[in-house]
T-cell receptor, first 116, second 110 residues
Framework: GAGVSQSPSNKVTEKGKDVELRCDPI?????LYWYRQSLGQGLEFLIY????????KSGLPSDRFSAERTGGSVSTLTIQRTQQEDSAVYLC??????????????FGDGTRLSIL | GDSVTQMEGPVTLSEEAFLTINCTYT??????LFWYVQYPGEGLQLLLK?????DKGSNKGFEATYRKETTSFHLEKGSVQVSDSAVYFC?????????FGAGTRLTVKP
């Protein structure tokens, strides 16, 4: 069946522009996660959704970052006034449920964001 | 907060060598532990997992045992192949979010 789908796969934009990244999770997965993988760094947790609500937003690096999820399905990660340090691969993952009794996450291929 | 520390790479081995990638964790609760793998040009995939102390996860010849007494989840394989070349991430999850280690790049030479 279909896996986690992210779009665009690559995005190049100028510093100061806003970007929107999209994640389409596996059907029926209620938990959705956003991560960032910078060059030479490990994965950095950004935000987690259970349904449409986000119990944990502590990983968002600044107030330029926001995310939403509607209908318990598609999620968008928005970065406003992009900076060069925002350049990274942004990964989305979904699982059947979060909280206790954690299920393994299924990852998308990521969006490679490059800020010029 | 919860965190994962894993062995720094890169690791380079010859085919059929024994592999160990160390992973230790810090957690306030009783997390589930995972190893994820990222092959060149591909997304992350779950390799194996363990959900409670003394559980052993295994897949594709890889094994890792959840050791509560040493807060460790070391990844091992008895005989690596060139196709095992990838980046390996140790991870834990306790209350929904997941914390990853920095990743260890493994290169296996013929």
């Amino acid at each position: 069946g279909a896996g986690v789908s992210q779009s665009p796969s690559n995005k190049v934009t100028e510093k100061g522009k806003d970007v929107e990244l999209r994640c389409d999770p596996i059907s029926g997965h209620t938990a959705l996660y956003w991560y960032r993988q910078s060059l030479g760094q490990g994965l950095e947790f950004l935000i987690y959704f259970q349904g449409n609500s986000a119990p944990d937003k502590s990983g968002l690096p600044s107030d330029r970052f926001s995310a939403e999820r509607t209908g318990g399905s598609v999620s968008t990660l928005t970065i406003q006034r992009t900076q060069q340090e925002d350049s990274a691969v942004y990964l989305c993952a979904s699982s059947q449920r979060g909280g206790t009794g954690v299920q393994p996450q299924h990852f998308g291929d990521g969006t490679r964001l490059s800020i010029l | 907060g919860d965190s994962v520390t894993q062995m720094e790479g890169p690791v380079t081995l010859s085919e059929e060598a024994f592999l160990t990638i160390n992973c230790t964790y810090t957690a306030t609760g009783y997390p589930s532990l995972f190893w994820y793998v990222q092959y060149p040009g591909e997304g992350l995939q779950l390799l194996l997992k363990a959900t409670k102390a003394d559980d052993k996860g295994s897949n594709k010849g890889f094994e890792a045992t959840y050791r509560k007494e040493t807060t460790s989840f070391h990844l091992e394989k008895g005989s690596v192949q060139v196709s095992d070349s990838a980046v390996y991430f140790c991870a834990l999850s306790d209350t929904g979010d997941m914390r990853f280690g920095a990743g260890t790049r493994l290169t296996v030479k013929p």
